[in-house]
């Protein structure tokens, strides 16, 4: 590539998955660094974050990454300050309980002994 057609930036951020973009994002906010670009190789942003509504009509499937643990976390403080919401699953299973039934609903073990 010829010098003329280079690109300069303040920092490059490799990988557009949560912690590219965290980190794109506290160097614009927190540090105030001016110029930073994010390369991803796919086609899309997320890394492992992918939820696919198209396999089961009504209901949101996820291909990666699937749960948030912990309440004070990086993700959960993300969402916060994005306002984005988030829901908790599986507060009610306090043991081995919940099980996958052939309908594809989660269903208690008491659910189906008792339907």
């Known amino acids: 590539m010829p010098a003329d057609e280079l690109e300069f930036h303040d920092v490059v951020v490799i990988g557009a998955g949560v912690a590219g973009l965290r980190c794109a994002s506290q160097l614009v906010h927190a540090k105030g660094v001016k110029d930073v670009l994010v390369v991803e190789a796919s086609e899309r942003v ?16 996820e291909m990666g ?20 919401g988030l829901r908790e699953i599986f507060t009610w299973a ?12 989660c269903k208690s073990e008491r659910q189906i002994m008792f339907p």
């Open 65 to 84: 990454a699937e749960f948030m643990h912990g309440a004070n976390t990086t993700l959960t403080r993300m969402a916060e300050e994005y306002n984005i």
């Open 94 to 105: 306090q043991s081995n309980e919940v099980i996958f039934w052939p309908s594809y609903e």
């Open 46 to 61: 997320g890394g492992r974050v992918m939820s696919n509504t198209s396999f089961i009509p009504g209901l949101s499937i």
